[in-house]
């Protein structure tokens, strides 16, 4: 039995009316749907891709928790000096299945070491981080695919002068270890001459589908995490996922179509991803760079410029009743709603019965659980919605361990490649943040930046009107 | 000198063209815009809206500030029991200007005691919470202006009942402090009733107007904030903004008039806030409930369906460049991005020159400093952005300190009341999202609710459709 079910009856017609998406819309897209699946395995078959086929690696997994295995007890922290998809992943996992609250917990309550995922290079955090986390106590795991993302070469840059510093060139290889492309990039280079620990990032997987290799896995394997299950859960959804070509029996699939139809014939381009549970929102900020990056684009395969992506969301149930809800409820018609819940979530907070019994509005809640009121809470949402004709779904984990987030990463995943295809883009490009970057070269005066530079300086030039100025 | 300044030059021609508002369309907007000041105006002159007044209110400052004073050294933690408006300013203030990571940081480096900010009523993270914070080590204060805010009276009585366990009925009193509504609700009463110390939320500031108020001040105090430093910023943007109805002279009203056109004349329904600093990300998810909040309305001031309201978004500089950035360059143009920005960090770390010096690809990084990239990052997002015709605008501050956020919140609340009168809506209400919480009620049994539960059941027999749950 699956740890995942996904209800999307509030996406349809038979949930919602004419709001909702009809039968024969669904018919429509089937066929388009298909295509979707069979050049997603074609991608894979010919080794362009394979994401769907991580989970199979068992030698990485038991690599990554042998390595975890021999990490001494004094190694306290474990810091992932990555960014984007080198961090979302991990974060993702460890918030999902590590103590809530960690790594405030100390070790004493039963994981092995508390884990740090700066992943921005903001100066006043990572000194405070530093500070934090003494050379002899902490590993630091730099994880860049391509070897040479800006922000995590100079976190490194400045982790290996304190490592030398502190303990010495001998002893920083083992405070070190290194995931990157398995040949390519500089980091591999470094890997090799200063004969540093490594995992490699398969080069057909590119860093925001990654979290199911080393990426991922290591931080998980650090943090003390069921590896093992993460993967069989990702394993069991690729199988239901990866070949189904019916939009009707494709979980998957039936969700990309969906929000691709909501998008692009019903204008709903907003997709919200609400977590009614805290240690999965870090999950719904991963989703958020999955569905913001693969699909937005300017061009579609054919080059025509096109300009599409849904713009994703992250919400957080029921604290964002206060805040957001106000405007999905009564706002533009223009979004989704994908609630994601915990059926059993093995722990309960009571509410006492009689404690302020006294008076009316305290009264009544007496007896219930906080799981049941974010329940309640949830549901009372929904059907808010549900009457105002807003479109929604329910994704259900029967509990919050690592089988149910292995499925749940890979339904998002596979999700992803499917509506890429949809949108007719390519789901695994980033074309549009290089020119930032090359320009951020250009103004730190990197060599060979030199005409970003000059374009920068003119750009600049022309902005800072006065009158615009306040 | 302002610690804020905020250019537009990029929302408009003079920046990106004809994808930017023109001189006349603002033209065309300042008698509306005018109007938006004096109607703000006019509802503080009657009393109905206070938030300009609140930083005036200098006893209340005195009196947060003395209370912290009595806290004895042994209340190591602070936990505010509050949602939404109740929680997201506090925090705000307390992740800009405490140390970096607290309350990872013990009582040690200097701040008095570390903040919680629970929210939400997740089970698992409530749980852990408590135990975190024994009872003889911590003060809750209860945070809810309507006094009857389901969640957070839930998180009261568990509370309520583990004080008394722990410590006995009269030492009770010690360990809790309410900001309420000075006359009106249920915990007003149990003020009364219990001899509980208290302070009030005016009742003409509605809780997301309410950080200036002891709602987020008394954190504030119990974190050893500068409570005045807070307010002087408050008051020097509120003389900046209060009065003044010239759109091209009034940063609040220019902000406010600016996001309106892009939104209703140009179809950038899409607000983005993105600080390029760890410690003002909170201040963008408090941004996010005031702007979401406020306008995203169904009804418009004369009864009509108008169903309005930009949806805001936080992102995180550069961090979000590996994640939402590709979607913002590329996707549909329906964004505006307003970066935040800190001029002195106060503090730099320097990447030093040298380390792995023999590689290209990080040899370029040695003798400059995180800020300073941080800095060249962001920039070079704007201008990429400035060269695809996409708004932007900067927000400076000139450092990260109390003044600055005074005048940053105060900013904010201006543009969203301003805005609240051009999109024709009240900004201060929230009629969406009790229908909601009373079909909760009704899923929880509460007395006076059963309507609400028969229809959520009937709803909810609707729902289900098998050949929709995958």
């Known amino acids: 039995m699956p740890a995942l079910t996904i209800d999307m009856t509030c996406l349809t017609s038979s949930g919602i009316g004419e709001e909702g998406l009809s039968e024969s819309e669904l018919q429509d897209v089937a066929p388009r749907a298909a295509v979707a699946v069979q050049e997603t395995r074609k991608a894979h078959a010919e080794g362009k891709v394979g994401f769907f086929e991580a989970p199979r690696a068992r030698d990485v997994a038991s690599r990554v928790l042998e390595y975890a295995r021999r990490l001494p007890p004094e190694i306290e922290n474990f810091v992932v000096l990555g960014i984007g998809g080198s961090s979302l992943g991990g974060r993702a996992l460890y918030t999902a299945l590590a103590k809530p609250l960690d790594p405030l917990h100390a070790r004493s309550k039963g994981m092995p070491r508390r884990l740090f995922f700066p992943d921005n290079v903001d100066p006043c955090t990572f000194h405070a981080l530093l500070k934090l986390c003494p050379p002899e106590n902490t590993v630091f795991n730099v994880v860049t695919k391509s070897g040479s993302t800006v922000e995590t070469a100079a976190q490194l840059l400045i982790v290996l002068d304190r490592l030398s510093r502190a303990l010495g060139e001998q002893r920083v290889r083992k405070h070190l270890v290194v995931t990157t492309d398995p040949d390519k990039g500089p980091l591999r280079r470094v890997v090799r001459d200063m004969g540093l620990e490594s995992f490699e990032v398969p080069s057909n997987i590119g860093g925001r589908f990654s979290v199911l290799t080393p990426v991922g896995l290591l931080p998980a394997a650090a943090a003390g995490l069921d590896v093992h299950g993460i993967l069989d859960g990702a394993s069991a959804m690729a199988r239901r996922v990866a070949d189904e070509t019916s939009v009707f029996r494709n979980p998957a699939l039936l969700l990309a179509s969906a929000l691709y139809l909501h998008d692009q014939r019903r204008g709903r381009n907003i997709h919200v991803l609400m977590p009614y549970a805290d240690g999965l929102y870090d999950a719904a900020e991963w989703f958020r760079q999955l569905w913001a990056e693969s699909l937005g684009k300017a061009r579609d395969l054919k080059g025509n410029t096109v300009h599409v992506g849904p713009t994703p969301v992250a919400a957080r149930g029921a604290t964002d009743q206060h805040s957001q809800v106000q405007l ?127 374009a920068a300086s003119q750009v600049m030039k022309a902005l800072g009107d006065p009158r615009f100025i306040l």
Chains 1, 2 share one sequence.
């Not at 659980?369 to 059907?383: P, S, V």
């Not at 779904?393 to 509506?419: K, S």
């Open 328 to 454: 999905f409820m009564e706002g533009p018609d223009d979004k989704v709603i994908l609630f994601l819940t915990v059926k059993e979530r093995g722990l309960e907070v009571q509410i006492p019965r009689g404690v302020l019994g006294e008076y009316d509005d305290f009264a009544y809640l007496g007896g219930h659980g906080l799981g049941e009121l974010l329940d309640a809470e949830r549901k009372g949402t929904q059907l808010a919605l549900t009457r105002e004709g807003r479109p929604t779904a329910t994704i259900t984990l029967e509990r919050q361990d690592a089988i149910a987030l292995g499925e749940l990463l890979m339904l998002f995943q596979a999700a992803t490649a499917f509506a890429g295809s949809l949108y007719g883009v390519d789901p695994y490009d980033q074309p549009g943040v290089e020119e930032g970057k090359r320009l951020a070269f250009g103004l730190i005066g990197r060599k060979g930046h030199e005409a970003y530079a000059e």
